[in-house]
Every structure is written in structure tokens, then in C-alpha cells.
């Protein structure tokens, strides 16, 4: 069986975003792999490692060429090799669907993990797509994972908490927090990653017809009000941080 793990790079969550216009301006900012998908690559190593008969994992990018960094931080966990689909282009999560559904069938895949919300789409779509695009079984926010032949049986989150599955290979699976606790690349595997396959793909490759056009984008942004409340009377600052509450913010009756 062959796993292919998608990442994605998205800014550091303590970094400063600037905003360019109607757009996040990334020059400078610190980005990462995105942490749902970090989970996933993860997941694909300790399948390989208790056991399951894994091939080869793979991890796919599809995004500018930023995305490098977050492969080689998978091939340095322990990735056997890497596809980086270059491109500037903006995709909505169903047609970003189409080029990871295409993928996965070249590379002969029985098993796609991919974020359960990507950090900076803020959705939950993509897993779902691209089980949709090549008709296989979707288990969604795994907690609990393994691999015993062509079968695949864990738990996962429900809204009325969780529950255990069973599901025939192929399948697709969305990782989340408390799958796993993703280890940290070490200094001789950064240096082996450096020498493990990334193959940059055309885009032009994948033909992938989007159904949503963005047509504007609108940043919210908050200005502070700067208010300092004298905290030498405790009795009146409490007083006067209710009252701006209640008559300012309006979050109070």
C-alpha cells in the first residue's frame, strides 16, 4: 500500500500578518507546515512503523514555491518523497480536490490523510471532495488509527462524542489534534531529506475546472480603543470596566 499525506503551508500562528490592500501579505511572515496536515504525515509514519505493509508514503503540495520547506520538513520526518504541483493559482477546496484525487490514482495510493481543517481556508471540505472524486470511504476527525491488511478500523469524533469504525482500503482520512504527537525532523534525517526525491509537477497536468471564481475579499480588521482604567480602586475600576461593557462594547444587558 502506498500513503500520500497532503501539506500545506500556512504562517506561523505566533507570526504578525500584514495586509497588503484586500490581501494577506506573507513576504516576511514565518510559515509553517499546517498542523492538521503534520498530523497526518505523522500518522502515515507509525502506520508504516507498527507494522502495516506500507510501500512508500509520499507527501504532496500543491501551492507556490513556499511549499518546498513544508515538504522537506515531511521528507524529514520521514517522508520517502515528495510532488510539489508549483503554481500561484488560488483553488477553492473542490477543485483542489481534483489534482489530489488525479495524484493519488498516478502514484497507485490505497490511502490519502489530509488535515481536517485546513488553518488558513478555515474548511472542512477537501477530505470530503476527494473521497467524493474517487468514490471511496471518508472517516472523518480520527483520533485512533491502524491498518491490518486491506482493512482500516479506528475512532473518531461525532457531535455526540466518538465513535469505532471499520472501512475497506482504499479510503481517505482527516487527521486532527490528538491523533498523534508529530515528532521533530533530527538533525541526520534533515541532512538525508536533502537527498530524497521532490519532484516538481506542471500544473498544467492537472486541469482542474473550479466551480467558485473569487470575486472580491473583504480583511476584517479591529482597531484598539486604547482605554486604560486606573486599577489603584478596585471597587471603580470594576465599576467602570461593567459600564464600558454594558454601554460600549454592548456585550452586556
Known amino acids: 500500500m502506498k500513503i500520500l499525506t497532503l501539506v500545506r503551508q500556512v504562517p506561523d500562528a505566533e507570526a504578525r500578518i500584514k495586509i497588503q490592500g484586500q490581501t494577506v501579505d506573507l513576504d516576511g511572515t514565518t510559515v509553517v507546515i499546517d498542523g492538521m ?11 508504516r512503523e507498527g507494522g502495516a505493509q506500507v510501500e512508500e508514503i509520499i507527501a504532496l503540495a500543491i501551492g507556490p514555491k513556499r511549499n518546498e ?10 517522508v520517502d518523497r515528495a510532488i510539489h504541483i508549483e503554481t500561484d493559482a488560488r483553488y477553492d477546496a473542490v477543485s483542489l480536490s481534483a489534482m489530489v484525487a488525479q495524484v493519488a490514482q498516478q502514484e497507485g495510493a490505497g490511502l490519502i490523510l489530509v488535515g481536517g481543517q485546513e488553518a488558513d481556508w478555515d474548511s472542512q471540505a477537501l477530505g470530503a471532495a476527494t473521497a467524493e472524486r474517487l468514490g471511496w470511504p471518508q472517516l472523518t476527525w480520527t483520533n485512533e488509527l491502524k491498518v491490518e491488511g486491506d482493512t482500516l478500523s479506528g475512532r473518531h469524533d461525532v457531535d455526540d462524542g ?22 521533530y525532523p533530527t538533525l541526520p534525517n534533515i541532512m538525508k531529506a536533502k537527498k530524497k526525491e521532490l519532484r516538481k509537477d506542471d500544473p498544467a497536468s492537472y486541469p482542474s475546472q473550479s466551480a ?9 480588521t479591529r482597531a484598539r480603543r486604547n ?14 470596566l461593567l459600564n464600558l461593557l454594558r454601554n460600549e462594547a454592548k456585550v452586556l444587558a
Open 227 to 240: 482605554h486604560m482604567i486606573d486599577g489603584k480602586d478596585p471597587q471603580a475600576a470594576a465599576a467602570e
Open 212 to 220: 467558485v471564481r473569487l470575486v472580491g475579499a473583504e480583511i476584517q
Open 37 to 47: 496536515d503534520e498530523y497526518g504525515v505523522e500518522e502515515a509514519l507509525r502506520l
Open 162 to 183: 466518538n465513535e469505532s469504525f471499520r472501512a475497506s482500503l482504499p479510503a481517505v482520512v482527516t487527521t486532527q489534534q490528538g491523533l498523534n504527537e508529530p515528532r
Open 69 to 78: 520547506d513544508a515538504l522537506r520538513t515531511a521528507l524529514a520526518m520521514g
